[in-house]
């Protein structure tokens, strides 16, 4: 079955500070989707990707997927404590139709 | 658009109790699922529903977990007897078809003393 895998697993930063969160699939990627997460709440749809080479951006977030579909980056310009959180990458997996999740990045900003 | 609506957004019960968490998704979103997070960990899916049919139960607990979706809209997921390694966020997702992404509730945070 397919797995995502992401790095790193804890990120602290300096507010102001850009910062990369990766995400490697065992497989051809079919839909890509970031989420963030703030502790102990539900998750946030920040973004879908699908087509490879294609990126998005949502106010200083951008993620994108590379021409083979098997990873994706999401980055952050000029970090704030806003952006602070657990940030997962999903995907779906054809050969399961289930919905996967990768392992999970937990954001620190400091002030 | 109205989110994914959950209830309650907290729970503290005693373990052997019973408990339930109501999910109301996006309208006119077939599928619908129920993960569960324990702390530190990415969500694990619980049960996924197609309207009112269950697709996917295979890590559902099902000597103490129980979940329905009547009519194919509201979900209800219910524990019953409570066990400390319950506690966790519950969270329920809807999505138009299951080849799409999911839009997720707040989630329940159930600690389980």
């Known amino acids: 079955s397919q797995e995502l895998e992401q790095s790193p697993q804890s990120l602290i930063v300096q507010e102001g500070k850009n910062l990369t969160i990766n995400c490697t699939s065992s497989?051809?990627?079919?839909?890509l989707y970031w989420y963030k997460q703030k502790y102990g709440e539900g998750l946030i749809f920040l973004m879908m990707?699908?087509?490879?080479?294609e990126e998005k951006s949502h106010e200083k977030i951008t993620a994108k997927l590379d021409e083979k579909k098997q990873q994706s980056s999401l980055h952050i310009t000029a970090s704030q404590p806003s952006h602070a959180g657990i940030y997962l990458c999903?995907?779906?997996?054809?050969?399961?139709?289930?919905?996967?999740f990768g392992t999970g990045t937990r954001l620190k900003v400091l002030a | 658009e109205a989110g994914v609506a959950q209830s309650p957004r907290y729970k503290i019960i005693e373990k052997r109790q019973s408990v339930a968490f109501w999910c109301n998704p996006i309208?006119?979103?077939?599928?619908l699922y129920w993960y569960q997070q324990i702390l530190g960990q990415g969500p694990k899916l619980l049960i996924q529903?197609?309207?009112?049919?269950?697709?996917?139960d295979s890590q559902l607990p099902k000597d103490r977990f129980s979940a329905e979706r009547l009519k194919g809209v509201d979900s209800t997921l219910k524990i019953q007897p409570a066990k400390l390694e319950d506690s966790a966020v519950y969270l329920c997702?809807?999505?138009?078809?299951?080849?799409?992404?999911?839009?997720f509730g707040q989630g329940t945070r159930l600690t389980v003393v």
């Open positions: 997702a809807s999505s138009l078809d299951f080849r799409l992404g999911a839009f």
């Open positions: 497989k051809t990627l079919y839909g």
């Open positions: 990707l699908q087509k490879g080479g």
């Open positions: 999903g995907a779906d997996d054809p050969g399961t139709y289930k919905y996967i």
């Open positions: 309208s006119g979103h077939a599928t």
């Open positions: 529903f197609q309207n009112n049919g269950v697709v996917d």
